[in-house]
């Protein structure tokens, strides 16, 4: 790209602001995944099956590999869904997990989360 298409990418308010919340949800939606399921897949688990086994949808962990390892960004919509999911279940998950005393990760395998 050269400085000529930055700036005007930059001169944009829509397309800067678009652009820079994509890539916000996509860097927070890839640091969920890779946080929830790291502990277990260096168990050899799958992402799919760590994640199954917390709650999580299969197609949260579908966008975090199209985010991981696609050259274009998913669209806004379907990024703040998966971010919504992922902010309700951190918040029933350290809830539930304060009221018990337990870790979080410990807690979660209980909870279900509507998707």
Known sequence: ???????????????SSE???Q????????????NLTSAATKFKDSMYLTAHKQNIPDWVINLRHDVAH???????????????????WLIVSLTFSID??????????AIKIAH
């Not at 916000?24 to 995944?33: D, E, G, H, K, M």
């Not at 018990?100 to 395998?109: D, I, K, N, T, V």
């Open 1 to 15: 790209m050269n400085e000529q298409n930055c700036q005007n990418i930059s001169e944009d308010p829509l397309l």
């Open 19 to 21: 652009t820079s919340l």
């Open 23 to 34: 890539l916000a949800y996509s860097t927070a939606l890839v640091r969920f995944v890779n």
């Open 70 to 88: 696609s050259a274009s960004l998913p669209p806004l919509p379907l990024l703040h869904q998966a971010i919504h999911l992922a902010r309700q």
């Open 100 to 109: 018990l005393g337990e870790e979080p990760h410990r807690a979660s395998a």
